[in-house]
């Protein structure tokens, strides 16, 4: 039927580009497969000749044109930061959203624009919560169709024909839906939108939502995921990440606060194991981040995995990573399906990485967890109102991947000079250990909300085990302050002092400042670590302390795995860089020039026997997507 179909087109220079799925290894979701491994069996690139890539050719996203007339027009906020987006590749054609809302399919092999969708997102004003920010787009194909799916920052599920670049005008209004309506109350539209890619599987193409951090009010848009039918739009499901009345976990939310608070929404990236049927949501934190005295209870399904059938939404499981959070330490990245072999035994696992550093392992078809995670006690708040849960839950197993709480082990000592400056920063504010709470005084967050790990996600290894993270060193400090004029509601909210500076102008803690880290998931050890770039080594050598090594950069993005390396992107030192690292043992093996910042997790795929790896870099003005191959 697709290749009848394919004779019939009047477009030609599609049918060839389709026409090559004999020769193509695709890449076909966000994250490689729709288990977020990043992992590819491309092995055409490889230790000895990686030193040999090359542009193959690089695209300019259409968005800069208009980036352009908002400058020029004194339109200068309409403009666009960090290009974050992965394309897609499904036999031989390339799919990837820019930042201002428009579809573009791309021959794989040239980079040749084949149709531009515009879904006009942008003209709906400023997005909530991260900007002209969005990620990826979805494929699916049936019943002799094939579809892109993509859902924008201004709430609108778009479905595009894949051949053509037109609306599905059977999908829908027209080949859209209002993401906005239908979530059970009315809500703020520019307070909610879309960053994430749609996840695809079971023939059901599932939504979640970003809800903006920084809330006027106690009532926020609530972070439901939904899942539609492909071909008709219809709603099939819908999971409440807040139980409403009589549902389980509606207990967890005292006095109410179930109807009125918001967020806890899974903004990141989701996974799915298609063959079980089953989908894995990673959700965040609710409404407000930082203090929960309006929300008392432990406020499920916030800050937890939780797995539910692709079929119809219903519940199988949940592991709460963080009771009544105030830390903003949201599941940040999509979790990675991983089949593993511990003490003999094989399990299909599901592993979640963490804003705290932590790796969380479950058997994914059960729950329950690979190895055992136990509730410690934890600091408790002294903020009116507040009431914090006495313990958390801490991994026995894998060990944290990044340093956690400010303490002796943590503190930057070059020289005893310099910690005893750290020292007396320090002083100013609450601190110690993980979970040590916001305060009225300020409290330092050791990591803070960007991690650890982030949404760039981590990639697995089937074939070896190895789990490898890229991460970053932060503190912050959260203070409190009382709620003034609209926000007086809210009693408490973030305010005051965010940061604490170190020394000297060095960072408050040691390096390394960012690291990959790989993990051996059939043991739970630590295989290996290294500093993610040289970072600000100059400038301590310049200081006159003793060469630290490279010390690592805060910039990532997420890691491409493939059969012969790990690539991992940064800009580090005045350099934006492609790496090439020997997977066994973390060494740099090369290092490819990019042409501006990375952004995006790269990606790789081959068409016509050869192999190609693409990136997203730059954004405002200048956002391109560069490919590289072998001469």
């Avoid at 009047?10 to 497969?33: K, M, N, R, T």
């Avoid at 000749?49 to 996203?61: P, Y």
């Amino acid at each position: 039927m697709f290749a009848s179909m394919l004779r019939n087109l009047i477009l030609p220079a599609i049918v060839i580009a389709f026409s090559q799925a004999i020769l193509a290894a695709d890449w076909p979701s966000y994250g490689g497969d729709n288990g977020s491994q990043k992992y590819s069996t491309l092995d055409q690139i490889n230790a000895s000749n990686v030193s040999n890539l090359q542009n193959a050719w690089v695209w300019d996203s259409v968005d800069n044109a208009t980036v352009a007339d908002n400058v020029a027009n004194d339109n200068a906020r309409a403009t666009p930061a960090g290009y974050k987006a992965t394309p897609i590749v499904i036999d031989g054609m390339m799919f990837i959203p820019t930042s201002f809302g428009r579809i573009v399919a791309l021959d794989a092999v040239s980079g040749e624009e084949r149709w531009v969708f515009d879904t006009r997102a942008w003209e709906a004003g400023q997005p909530a919560n991260l900007g002209y920010n969005t990620r990826g787009v979805a494929y699916w194909e049936g019943g002799g169709e094939q579809r892109i799916f993509y859902a924008t920052n201004d709430s609108m599920l778009w479905s595009i024909d894949a051949l053509t670049g037109q609306p599905d005008s059977a999908f829908g209004d027209d080949g859209k839906i209002d993401l906005s309506l239908g979530l059970g109350r009315d809500i703020n539209k520019r307070l909610y939108g879309v960053v994430s890619p749609p996840l695809v599987t079971n023939n059901r193409v599932i939504v979640n939502s970003i809800v903006n951090d920084a809330p006027q009010s106690k009532e926020m848009p609530p972070g439901h995921v939904r899942a539609f039918n492909p071909a008709t739009g219809e709603l099939e499901w819908m999971f409440e990440t807040i139980p409403q009345a009589g549902e389980f976990g509606n207990d967890t939310w005292e006095d109410g606060s179930w109807e009125y608070t918001g967020n806890t929404n899974s903004w990141t990236i989701m996974s799915a194991d298609d063959e079980l049927g089953i989908v894995y949501l990673p959700i965040g934190t609710p409404t407000n981040d930082w203090y929960g005295g309006l929300r008392k209870g432990d406020n499920l399904f916030a800050e937890s995995l939780v797995a539910v059938r692709a079929e119809d939404g219903e519940y199988l499981w949940h592991f709460q990573m963080v009771h009544h959070g105030v830390w903003d330490y949201d599941l940040p990245a999509a979790p990675t399906l991983i089949d593993i072999n511990v003490d003999g035994r094989s399990i299909k696992a599901v592993a979640a990485i963490s804003k705290q550093g932590f790796t969380y392992v479950f058997d994914r078809i059960t729950g329950e967890p690979v190895w055992p995670i136990e509730e410690r006690a934890v600091p408790q708040s002294t903020v009116p109102g507040e009431s914090l849960s006495p313990t958390q839950p801490f991994p026995t197993k894998p060990a944290p991947f990044e340093p956690q709480g400010i303490s002796d082990e943590t503190l930057v000592d070059f020289t005893p000079e310099l910690r005893q400056e750290a020292l007396q920063n320090i002083e100013a504010f609450d601190y110690g250990p993980l979970f040590t709470p916001p305060s009225l005084r300020g409290a330092i967050q050791f990591p803070g909300w960007a991690g650890g790990g982030e949404w760039h996600g981590a990639a697995f290894d089937p074939d070896t085990g190895l789990y490898y993270i890229p991460s970053a060193s932060g503190p912050i400090v959260v203070q409190l302050r009382e709620g003034r004029g609209q926000r007086v509601e809210m009693q408490y909210v973030r305010g005051g002092a965010r940061s604490v500076g170190g020394p000297q102008g060095l960072p408050l803690t040691k390096p390394p400042y960012s690291r990959i880290t790989a993990i051996n998931m059939n043991t739970g050890e630590h295989e290996w670590m290294i500093p993610h770039g040289e970072g600000i080594r100059q400038q301590i050598i310049d200081m006159g302390i003793l060469d630290p090594g490279p010390v690592g950069s805060p910039s990532r993005v997420g890691p491409l795995l493939t059969k012969t390396l790990l690539f991992v992107a940064q800009s580090d030192g005045g350099r934006n860089l492609l790496r090439a690292l020997d997977k066994a043992t973390g060494e740099i093996i090369h290092e490819q020039a990019l042409p501006l910042p990375p952004q995006g997790t790269p990606m790789t795929y081959m068409v016509d026997d050869r192999q190609y790896i693409s990136i997203a870099v730059g954004g405002g003005r200048d956002a391109r997507l560069v490919t590289l191959a072998l001469p």
